[in-house]
T-cell receptor, first 114, second 115 residues
Framework: DTAVSQTPKYLVTQMGNDKSIKCEQNLGHDTMYWYKQDSKKFLKIMFSYNNKELIINETVPNRFSPKSPDKAHLNLHINSLELGDSAVYFC????FGTGVYEQYFGPGTRLTVT | AQTVTQSQPEMSVQEAETVTLSCTYDTSESDYYLFWYKQPPSRQMILVIRQEAYKQQNATENRFSVNFQKAAKSFSLKISDSQLGDAAMYFCAYKGAGTASKLTFGTGTRLQVTL
């Protein structure tokens, strides 16, 4: 059973298009995250939701919009894709308040913008 | 802002030997958590080990152990009896207490394991 899943795993699209990446976790966690890993492997948080509320919103272009329909899902919509958006995007989840703060990551979505 | 520094971009170890990956961090918080994540070529991020700052005892998970020096703000990872499957990128990460505290990663160390 996959704990944190993302779809699609690979996404190739042209500049200017709009695309979405979906994330689901079956761990019962209350907090979910989106990270971007660039070509140099640097991982940086983009957004975090706790109980469907946005709690972390890093400096990312407003073309990126997260949406959390419920605690188990956090989707990422990207408008007007640019070449610089090419990266691997990771979803993660954790449970706040248990004293155990590790985050569990999905398999990543490799986005290639041509 | 918290920063995490991994000064070794690449390391190499022979199979069955021991290797230590370095990590230092900067914070003004007293309560926080430290992690090592492994990213093999499959790109899956796998939690290797975690350390709570309030615990003086170093965390251990099978062949993986840490040397946590709170005063020096150092958090190194020791891999004993290295195996070919240990070859991966290793990321050190810091998280403060609190829901809104973000997980900050270092730049990673690529570990090669040779026969």
């Amino acid at each position: 059973d996959t704990a944190v899943s993302q779809t699609p795993k690979y996404l190739v699209t042209q500049m200017g298009n709009d695309k979405s990446i979906k994330c689901e976790q079956n761990l019962g966690h209350d907090t979910m995250y989106w990270y971007k890993q660039d070509s140099k492997k640097f991982l940086k948080i983009m957004f975090s939701y706790n109980n469907k509320e946005l709690i972390i919103n890093e400096t990312v272009p407003n073309r990126f919009s997260p949406k959390s329909p419920d605690k188990a899902h956090l989707n990422l919509h990207i408008n007007s894709l640019e070449l610089g958006d090419s990266a691997v995007y990771f979803c993660a989840s954790s449970q706040f308040g248990t004293g155990v703060y590790e985050q569990y990551f999905g398999p990543g979505t490799r986005l290639t913008v041509t | 802002a918290q920063t995490v520094t991994q000064s070794q971009p690449e390391m190499s170890v022979q199979e069955a030997e021991t290797v230590t990956l370095s990590c230092t961090y900067d914070t003004s918080e007293s309560d926080y958590y430290l992690f090592w994540y492994k990213q093999p070529p499959s790109r899956q991020m796998i939690l290797v080990i975690r350390q709570e700052a309030y615990k003086q005892q170093n965390a251990t998970e099978n062949r993986f152990s840490v040397n946590f020096q709170k005063a020096a703000k150092s958090f190194s990872l020791k891999i004993s009896d290295s195996q070919l499957g240990d070859a991966a990128m290793y990321f050190c990460a810091y998280k403060g207490a609190g829901t809104a505290s973000k997980l900050t990663f270092g730049t990673g160390t690529r570990l090669q394991v040779t026969l």
